[in-house]
Every structure is written in C-alpha cells, then in structure tokens.
C-alpha cells in the first residue's frame, strides 16, 4: 500500500468498536500523553518493556491488528533509530571493540542505543494506538477542550481536512499518470526526463491545492465562517465510569512499575549512574 492510502486506512481503524474506541477523546490523548511523558522519564529498560507488553495488551483489546500496528511502527522507527545507533560511537565509557580509524564502541554507548530505541518503540506505540483509536477530527477537538487556543485547533482542524483534500487531488493525477503509462520507477525512461515530470506534478498539485484552498475558503465565508467561529464542541458528553477505569487502571500500572523500579528491579548502571 502507499503511504498516501494509509490516511483512510487510519480513518478505517477509528470506525472499530471495543471498549477502547468509545472512551472520551480526552482522556484517550491525556493517558498516552502520560505513558509517554513516563517513558522519556525511566531510564530502566525493563520498564520501558513491561511498558510494551501493556500497550499491546490494549492493542488486542482494541480489535486492533497487532501486524499492521507494529508495521506502522517499523516504518516509522528508521528515522529515530537512525540517530540511536550512532551513540555506541560517541559516548564516552568502556571500550568493548575497536574499529578501523580509531573508532571505538563503548558498553556505555550500547546501553544508551538500546534505552533510546526502547523509548522511541514505546513512544511510536502509543502514536500508533491513539491514531487508531480516535479520529483525526477527535483529536482536534480533544486538544481544544483541554485548552488548546482556539486558533491553534482551528488551524489544526483545517490541516486535516486539506490532508484529505491533497490526498484527492494526488489520487488524480497519479489514476491520470497512469493511463498514460507513466511509471517514475521506469528504468528505461532518461532519468533527467522523469525527474521533469515529476517536477511538473509538484507544479500541478500546488496550483490544484491552492485552487482547491480558494473553492473551500469561499464555501466556508458562505455558511457564516469568520476569525470569531469556533470548532463544534459535543459539551453534553461526560467522562463516564469506563474512562475514569481506563485512567485509574494506567495509573496504577504505572505507579506498580515505580514500585518496581526502586525496590525489585535490578539496579543496572546506565552512563555511570545508577538507574532508579
């Protein structure tokens, strides 16, 4: 699949019923935001596992695929992890290896390669899970009602839906590209003349979004739209007893890992300093 079709596949996943996907869109955000928060906090890699093994636990629990989750977040993991495995090189510590020119792999390095990754796993999960579980537009709306300044969601709201829109008009041109036959990837088409063409469809989608950008700005001043609109918010939905349990349920898992993190888990040393 292309990576353009993965934004209705994500849209297809929030439509889904489980406990998970009808909890308030607040309380949904606010809870991984924590896990995160946490996450980025511990320095104890066995944490950050058990950590793993919650969130997948609500995955299943989600009637989400746990094959298309984790392949969601390999694809994005590269350009994180890309800066991990650099630290067995710079950091300073105890040489487990020597290379050629002098480079040297540190024990200290590894343990701070393999907190990072296991931070950004847990972290990219919880991106994931909350992606499937609420709807673009939720999440907007979960930010204004926590605040969030209203022409900050404004902005956000909008961005969504040109997302989509962008996504339309990409979807044309290529269906349009290809009954010509056009394929980028054609080996036997001069490179220089491929690369013309592709310029050429970043000319055409910018000029189709602006046009696009223009139609809908002028529909939206049409139905009353001004600087001084606000988002629709559902102000009669309350956090009922199944998100105060999804909050109390986090939180206690987490205080539990705490628990465990100062009086049973081994106390590994992590740069020098001993993990707490």
């Not at 944490?47 to 009637?63: D, F, K, P, R």
């Not at 847990?122 to 999440?139: A, R």
């Not at 962008?166 to 490179?191: G, P, S, V």
């Not at 529909?219 to 909050?247: A, H, P, T």
Request: aromatic share 12%.
């Amino acid at each position: 699949m292309s990576a353009e079709g993965h934004l209705y596949e994500l849209e297809k996943e929030t439509m889904k019923k489980s406990i998970l996907h009808s909890l308030d869109g607040r309380v949904k955000l606010l809870v991984l935001i924590f896990i995160i928060i946490y996450a980025v906090y511990t320095t104890n890699i066995y944490v950050l596992a058990l950590l793993e093994i919650y969130l997948v636990a609500l995955i299943l629990i989600s009637n989400l695929s746990l094959k298309t989750s984790a392949l969601k977040i390999l694809l994005i993991i590269p350009f994180g992890a890309s800066i991990a495995v650099l630290q067995p090189f710079v950091h300073a510590g105890t040489i487990i290896y020597t290379l050629p020119l002098g480079i040297h792999i540190t024990s200290q390095g590894l343990m701070f390669m393999i907190l990072l990754i296991s931070r950004l796993i847990v972290t990219l999960t919880c991106v994931v899970l909350l992606s499937s579980l609420s709807p673009m537009q939720e999440v907007a709306e979960s930010f204004r009602k926590l605040g969030l300044p209203r022409d900050f969601s404004m902005v956000f709201s909008l961005f969504i839906r040109f997302l989509f829109m962008f996504y339309d008009e990409l979807q044309r041109i290529r269906n349009a590209q290809t009954t010509r036959n056009f394929d980028i990837f054609n080996k036997k088409i001069a490179y220089m003349w491929r690369l013309r063409q592709v310029a050429y469809t970043v000319a055409m989608m910018f000029l189709r979004s602006y046009e696009r950008g223009e139609s809908v700005y002028l529909s939206m001043l049409s139905r009353g739209y001004s600087d001084k609109s606000e988002l629709y918010n559902d102000k009669n939905k309350k956090i009922d007893k199944n998100d105060y349990f999804f909050i109390s349920t986090t939180i206690l898992i987490i205080i539990c890992l705490q628990i465990l993190v100062v009086f049973f888990l081994p106390k590994t040393v992590y740069l020098g300093i001993p993990t707490l």
